[in-house]
Structure formats: C-alpha cells, structure tokens
C-alpha cells in the first residue's frame, strides 16, 4: 500500500548552542517537500581491443558519486530552525539529516521521533516509523524574492553518503 506524504518530519543533527560540545535534535519547521537526490555509479571499461560493436563494462560498476539532496521552506527569520539551517549553510560543517515518513494513518507517526546521544551526536530511530539518514553539509541557502508571494530557499545539502532508507517493523 502506498504511503501519505502529509505528516513527514526532518530533522537535523547540530551542536547545541548553548552547550558546545554536545549535540541536540533540530527539527525542521514547514518543509514543503524532500528530494534525495540520486547517486550515480562510475562505470569501469573492460572493453577488449578486438570489440568492434560496442563498449563493455565491469559487472557491478566503480565507485559512486552521493547526489545533492534538496528541500524547500518558505523562509522565516523568526523561525529557529531555518536560522540554524542557514548558519550550518555558512559553516559548511557536515551533518546527519533525518527524515521521518508519515505514518500510515493520520498523526500516527508524530510522536515516534529519533532521539541523539549528546555526546556522540549518535542517532537512535525508533521501530515503528520509516526512516531515510544521511550525511551532508548545505551548500546553499538562497533566499528567493518573487513578486506576489512569500521569500522561499531552496535547501541543498551535499550528500557525503548513501541515503539509508530504514524500514519499520513496528
């Protein structure tokens, strides 16, 4: 059965503010959408000099090439979390990101939420929901200004993994 959207979550993994050193959960308020981004697979040729069609290449592919993952807000000084989104955009420092799915009833999923470890910044996620997890930094923060509508940013994070799609079991 195909999932609801509506009722998805992402959070991200940061370094308190007002205790450096350890970690805290940021969760991202108003997310409009979320987009993995693809990962492509280098190809290694093993094409022999007496081929003359076409080219051949190693079962399995070479190394893989993490994609940009994107989310867009409509921008809001006063919301904490795009302050924090932008000033990680500024530090360039990479991140773990988490994206919580809807659960497959109305509100069901809202109060399973990850949780970190403070020291660590170690992520838990919890059995009853579904989960994507990656590692990135954000390398862009544009804020749009369009005539007739709100100021909106695009949020684009340079995957520096894979993104782990974890199932529920719950």
């Known amino acids: 059965m195909a999932r609801r959207t509506q009722g998805t979550d992402i959070w991200v993994v940061d370094e308190s503010k007002s205790t450096p050193g350890e970690f805290e959960l940021v969760k991202v308020v108003g997310a409009l959408n979320f987009k993995p981004g693809t990962d492509s697979k280098e190809r290694i040729e093993v094409t022999p000099l007496d081929e003359e069609e076409s080219k051949k290449y190693m079962e ?18 006063k919301e904490a979390s795009h302050g924090r989104l932008y000033d990680l955009e500024v530090s360039g420092k990479e991140r773990t990101f988490i994206v919580g799915w809807a659960g497959k009833n109305k509100g069901e999923a809202k109060s399973i939420v990850p949780t970190v470890e403070a020291a660590t910044g170690a992520v838990t996620l919890p059995a009853g929901r579904s989960w ?10 544009p804020m749009d200004i369009d005539a007739n509508t709100v100021v909106k940013t695009t949020v684009t994070i340079q995957r520096s993994t894979k993104v782990e799609w974890i199932r529920e079991t719950a």
Do not use: H, M, R, V
């Not at 399995?60 to 000084?77: I, M, S, V």
């Open 60 to 77: 399995g592919g070479g190394l893989k090439d993490t994609g940009q993952a994107t989310f867009e807000l409509n921008a809001d000084p």
């Open 132 to 141: 994507n997890k990656f590692t990135g930094y954000i390398d862009s923060f």
